[in-house]
């Protein structure tokens, strides 16, 4: 079935800060994928997202490359704010259609910032 | 403008009463969603409707019944609650002609069940 592993948590880094949080899919053919972020007491919003082999998702700072060798979409992000502090989630959804439109996600990756 | 609104945000209750959760949605969306967060943040699919048909229905236990009157919402109902359902639960909504289209999330209802 399809799967996605992200690092553990938690991660705590100071302002300014390079952020690397890792994250490799299971899945069959090309899936599109996403990072999601959870804002403290929040739903989730969609940060960035690639539905192609080499596509680069970016927003906020924040980038991601859909790396169909290494089965990976890490998210990078070169200089971390407090307001970036908040959990993040890496979810697939399989390609094609039909009921396939379901996201699978990982554990989440809690992330703090301090000033 | 809320885009996905759910009632109640809070929710607490006893064991073996009935609940339900609502969930809208003014985005023009065809297709909805129930999603499952445990105390650990792991987030699970439960179910979803597209035009009102349900199109996904995960291992989830018959005590969870869902209902779409139209397609801007989508009800979960939850009988005979248990300790295990103590959860936050969120709906989602998106269009359903693109796989990679966005799925917008709701607040949550955290559930918890004594």
């Known amino acids: 079935g399809n799967s996605v592993t992200q690092m553990e948590g938690p991660v705590t880094l100071s302002e300014e800060a390079f952020l690397t949080i890792n994250c490799t899919y299971t899945?069959?053919?090309?899936?599109?994928l996403f990072w999601y972020v959870q804002y403290p007491g929040e739903g989730l919003q969609l940060l960035l997202k690639?539905?192609?082999?080499?596509d680069k998702g970016s927003n906020k700072g924040f980038e991601a490359t859909y790396r169909k060798e290494t089965t990976s979409f890490h998210l990078e992000k070169g200089s971390v704010q407090v307001s970036d502090s908040a959990v993040y989630f890496c979810?697939?959804?399989?390609?094609?259609?039909?009921?396939?439109?379901?996201?699978?996600f990982g554990k989440g990756t809690l992330l703090t910032v301090n000033p | 403008d809320t885009a996905v609104s759910q009632t109640p945000k809070y929710l607490v209750t006893q064991m073996g009463n009935d609940k339900s959760i609502k969930c809208e949605q003014n985005?023009?969306?065809?297709?909805m969603y129930w999603y499952k967060q445990d105390s650990k943040k792991f987030l699970k699919i439960m179910f979803s409707y597209n035009n009102k048909e349900l199109i996904i229905n995960e291992t989830v236990p018959n005590r969870f019944s869902p209902k779409s009157p139209d397609k801007a919402h989508l009800n979960l109902h939850i009988n005979s609650l248990e300790l295990g359902d103590s959860a936050v639960y969120f709906c989602?909504?998106?269009?359903?002609?693109?796989?990679?289209?966005?799925?917008?999330f709701g607040p949550g209802t955290r559930l918890t069940v004594l």
């Open positions: 979810a697939l959804i399989p390609s094609g259609g039909g009921s396939n439109y379901k996201l699978t």
């Open positions: 899945a069959t053919g090309y899936p599109s």
């Open positions: 985005l023009g969306h065809d297709t």
């Open positions: 690639a539905t192609k082999a080499d």
């Open positions: 989602a909504s998106s269009r359903r002609d693109r796989v990679a289209n966005e799925q917008f």
